[in-house]
């Protein structure tokens, strides 16, 4: 449970002069019910398991760089970054340190360790974290290069589940070229574990939203050492980085990969971007740049814009979205009854998302309120695209007809008895077998009356 302190009402204070009471009001309500969760415990790995995978390492071939940019970073950290990347499970790997800083701090203390796999680059000077990482890529050797800060630190078996990742991935035929896991924050001296972001799998609306992918990430060395870190989005680099590898391999989404185990502690203190957002606002701008940036990349005729919640953005299109985005089959959005979310996106099995969540709450990491790629949504709130209209007509039974001056199907013309879970899975399977995606979009919105 996370305590009521001095950043938490900092956090309430700016919250409240950006998105007035009535939001506040119903987010501090939200936090409040979220307290009442069960706690969360991180638990190490256990002894007998590190051998176990330290003895399962040996028939891996995998090399990983891991590379740090650093800049008078605290000893006590620093020391807790290396030292959780000497502990890894899995032994084929190389840290790299590219340090700016203006002293020896850092590398004093990096001469105290006596391991040939860690090593020391200095840099003449500190040209931005994004300028510094790129000078690191031209010594990574590793088959993947993966991102960790300096003050963060890995989980002992995260290297060993991102090589088991890779290696499972030759097994079937895939050279995966992107990897990440969950997270969660720790607080300054890890006594206190906290906030996991139990993640999904690659969904490309969400992560144009937000970067949900976040750490830890892996990349191919040769895919990272081509793309770079781009300096004009210091603050956002990582999110730039993963948008732009994204972009290469959207053709080939089967080359990335989540791995939905917890394996990076992000440490929260005073100066970090988790305990005090407002202190680094050029990171969320330079995020909103990113998400930009990617749409004009792909010719999506749309803007990037903030939301409520910090590091938050949705694409507000210039024309309607199935005009727009030529790989959207259709868009559908939440229903609502008594003031809470009854359907919407739904889940292959037949589950719905935020199912119960009052409507305005924001649900888990404010997933509720982001566009999102979806297995499939209602068909009694949904727009489909007129190539795919031919198929809804099959499925459905009636003829795809809309609402008075909308696209939106209008409901009423199904046949009465009509399943209607059954019939959106159907008719949404349908239309990403021909090749497109489904978008949840929770601002396209209707109230149900009567039985859902």
């Given amino acids: 449970m996370r305590k009521i302190n001095l950043a938490n009402l900092k956090k309430t204070i700016y919250y409240l002069r950006r998105n007035g009471l009535k939001n506040t009001w119903y987010a501090a309500r939200e936090r409040l019910e979220e307290q009442k969760m069960p706690p969360y415990f991180f638990m190490p790995l256990e002894a007998q398991e590190a051998e176990r995978q330290c003895r399962a390492s040996e028939a891996f071939a995998v090399t990983f760089s891991v590379v740090v940019p650093t800049y008078h970073t605290k000893e006590e950290y620093l020391r807790d970054m290396i030292d959780s990347v000497v502990s890894q499970t899995y032994p084929k790997w190389e840290l790299l340190l590219a340090d700016a800083s203006q002293d020896d701090s ?17 840099l003449d000077e500190n040209a ?17 290069t993966g991102l960790l800060d300096h003050d963060d630190v890995l989980t002992q ?3 060993y589940e991102m090589a088991g990742a890779i290696e499972a991935g030759k097994k079937r035929g895939i050279e995966l070229k ?21 993640k999904e799998n690659f969904n490309l609306d969400l992560l144009l939203c937000n970067n949900y992918i976040c750490h830890f990430m892996v990349l191919k060395s040769t895919l990272i050492k081509e793309l770079g870190f781009r300096r004009e989005y210091d603050g956002a680099q990582d999110y730039d980085l993963a948008l732009r590898a994204v972009g290469r391999l959207l053709d080939e989404e089967n080359q990335i990969a989540h791995i939905p185990k917890v394996l990076y502690h992000w440490r929260c203190h005073v100066e970090s971007t988790a305990q005090n957002p407002q202190s680094k606002q050029y990171a969320y ?11 004009d990349r792909h010719g999506i005729a749309a803007g990037a814009v903030h939301m409520k ?16 985005r030529a790989d959207l089959g259709a ?16 889940s292959e099995d037949g589950s719905v998302f935020y199912e119960g969540l009052p409507a305005y709450y924001s649900g888990y990491m404010h997933r509720a309120v982001l566009q999102q790629d979806a297995e499939a949504v209602d068909i009694r709130l ?21 609402l008075p001056g909308q696209e939106v199907f209008d409901a009423s013309t199904l046949p009465e008895g009509t399943d209607y879970r059954a019939a959106s899975i159907a008719l949404c399977r349908s239309i990403r077998a021909a090749g497109y995606r489904i978008l949840w979009e929770p601002e396209l919105s209707s109230c149900l009356k009567g039985n859902p």
């Avoid at 850092?106 to 200095?122: C, G, M, P």
């Fill in 382 to 402: 949904i727009e489909v695209r007129e190539e795919c209209r031919g198929l809804f007509e099959q499925i459905a039974g009636v003829p795809y007809t809309t």
């Fill in 106 to 122: 850092v590398e004093t203390v990096v001469k105290t360790y006596q391991d040939a796999r860690i090593k020391y680059i200095h």
């Fill in 157 to 159: 078996d995260a290297l």
């Fill in 309 to 324: 919640h910090l590091g938050f953005y949705r694409l507000e299109y210039q024309e309607p979205i199935l005009r727009a």
């Fill in 331 to 346: 868009v559908g959005g939440r229903l609502l009854k008594q003031g809470r979310i009854i359907s919407g996106r739904l």
């Fill in 285 to 295: 701008e330079a995020g909103k740049r990113a998400v930009q940036d990617f749409a």
């Fill in 178 to 198: 992107l990897l990440y896991s969950d997270e969660d924050k720790c607080n300054g001296d890890r006594t206190e574990y906290y906030e996991p972001h139990r």
């Fill in 128 to 144: 931005g974290i994004s300028e510094n990482t790129n000078q690191a890529l031209p010594y990574v050797t590793g088959d993947y």
